[in-house]
């Protein structure tokens, strides 16, 4: 009999390391920091997105400058050339024409190349702006994703040296427990939200707060294990 009521007083212990154990986890997985590393991990994917967009955009508008500034270049080659044939002379009066022609049709391409160009480079202002822009915001992001995952790591570290702590002592009550009690104590734990055993106190169990009658009380104790009649946790009385 004694070593049943030791058996159940040390299964109270057991109880509290761990709702010990429990309440660390909790605080382990609900860091208020959690939810801004959480929000700022996602704001970083979204400004990382959009610097490759605005990169990628940057890109293919100097290189656009490059090829229109090729193809200028080429046009004010032909232009020259077909001039000073023409300044040079000897053409029959409908070559020169159609010369002189072709030289206003270049002339004309060359300023609509020319406008290109210049749309083109206020275009690549406007996207260096951006990419600027976006860079700053995924530097400062980072920053802080990197502040929080340190404070996070420090937190966390000292949560989980209180919780080595408390398997521990967790690790030495168990063996003084029956097994069988112990496994029934676990399954309780389970099912009735991680308490599985309370103290009868005045006639109330300490699991589920209800009162217990002079006559249910007896029919407790009489039980292997004494068990709440209304929550079925098991009872220390």
């Known amino acids: 009999m004694m070593e049943e009521l030791k058996s159940l ?29 959480k ?54 009066a409908r070559d020169a024409d159609y010369m002189r022609r072709e030289v206003e049709m270049l002339t004309r391409k060359k300023g609509e190349m020319e406008d290109e160009v210049l749309e083109l480079m206020e275009r690549s202002e406007e996207q260096e702006a951006e990419v600027e822009a976006a860079s700053k915001e995924v530097s400062e992001l980072t920053e802080k994703k990197n502040e929080l995952e340190s404070v996070i790591a420090e937190a966390w570290k000292g949560i ?52 217990i009658t002079e006559a249910e009380e007896i029919d407790v104790r009489k039980s292997d294990p004494p068990r709440c009649i209304h929550c079925r946790r098991i009872l220390v009385v």
């Not at 390391?17 to 860091?31: K, T, Y």
């Not at 994917?45 to 200028?72: M, P, Y």
């Open 39 to 92: 929000a700022t991990h996602e704001a970083l994917t979204t400004a990382n997105s959009r610097l490759d967009r605005a990169q990628t955009a940057l890109r293919e508008t100097n290189l656009a400058v490059d090829k229109t500034n090729g193809e200028l270049e080429i046009a004010e080659e032909k232009i020259d050339r077909e001039q000073m044939r023409l300044y040079a002379g000897g053409l029959s």
């Open 160 to 211: 989980d040296a209180r919780l080595v702590t408390k398997e521990q002592r967790k690790s030495a009550i168990v063996p003084l427990i029956d097994e069988v009690l112990v496994e029934l104590y676990e399954d309780l734990r389970k099912a009735k939200g991680g308490v599985g055993v309370g103290r009868l106190a005045d006639g109330t169990c300490g699991g589920c707060h209800l009162r």
């Open 9 to 37: 007083a040390d299964l109270l212990d057991l109880q509290s390391v761990d709702l010990e154990i429990d309440r660390l986890l909790h605080e382990r997985e609900s860091l208020p920091e959690l939810d801004s590393y």
